[in-house]
């Protein structure tokens, strides 16, 4: 079985600041690992995926992920967020022989002015 | 392409009531999903279906039914709705040929009182 963990339930930054969003995941099997972004009242859209290659991934808006096997971690990052990127973001795996993905609780990100 | 529809986008329920929650992709999809999202919990899978005419329990069945007939079509029905019911419930489908990438609706916010 596999599990999610995203160390941060919310948080907050300024425009125009670097942000990292952490996430960690635990399995036994080899995964693909993907992050979701959740605006207000929608439905979840895809941001990046890792599936295999290069551990760099680079997604929509600007958003990239890094593929830690070692550490078994995936943390998401932005160099610089908009007041548009305020989301609920969620890190999400699949085990290689599957179709089921299994979902952090999710991390709040807020970017004031 | 419309990619995944929900209907309805709200519902208040009283308890012992029931209601179908539909949903249709037309991307061709053989995989589709049913999750609920209650705060600060992440997403939960309810059902799910590999194609038409094959369904299996997620993580939280209880309390709920799935039927898939066709390809385009998985229906969500709760029986007897109770107030632990009310929640954000989504539908998702994904393709082997996209890793399993998979593709939200708009979700169904559903009350019962």
């Known amino acids: 079985a596999q599990s999610v963990t995203q160390l941060d339930s919310q948080v907050p930054v300024f425009e125009e600041a670097p942000v990292e969003l952490r996430c960690n995941y635990s399995s036994s099997v080899s995964v693909y690992l993907f992050w979701y972004v959740q605006y207000p009242n929608q439905g979840l859209q895809l941001l990046l995926k890792y599936l295999s290659g290069s551990t760099l991934v680079k997604g929509i808006n600007g958003f990239e992920a890094e593929f830690n096997k070692s550490q078994t971690s995936f943390h998401l990052r932005k160099p610089s967020v908009h007041i548009s990127d305020t989301a609920e973001y969620f890190c999400?795996?699949?085990?290689?022989?599957?179709?089921?993905?299994?979902f952090g609780e999710g991390t709040q990100l807020t970017v004031n002015p | 392409n419309a990619g995944v529809t929900q209907t309805p986008k709200f519902r208040i329920l009283k308890i012992g009531q029931s209601m179908t929650l539909q949903c249709t992709q037309d991307m061709n999809h053989n995989y589709m999903y049913w999750y609920r999202q209650d705060p600060g919990m992440g997403l939960k899978l309810i059902y799910y279906s590999v194609g038409a005419g094959i369904t299996d329990k997620g993580e939280v069945p209880n309390g709920y039914n799935v039927s898939r007939s066709t390809t385009e079509d998985f229906p969500l029905r709760l029986e007897l709705a109770a107030p632990s019911q009310t929640s954000v419930y989504f539908c998702?489908?994904?393709?082997?040929?996209?890793?399993?990438?998979?593709?939200f609706g708009p979700g169904t916010r559903l009350t019962v009182l």
């Open positions: 998702a489908s994904s393709s082997w040929t996209s890793f399993h990438e998979q593709f």
């Open positions: 999400a795996v699949r085990p290689g022989d599957g179709s089921r993905l299994t």
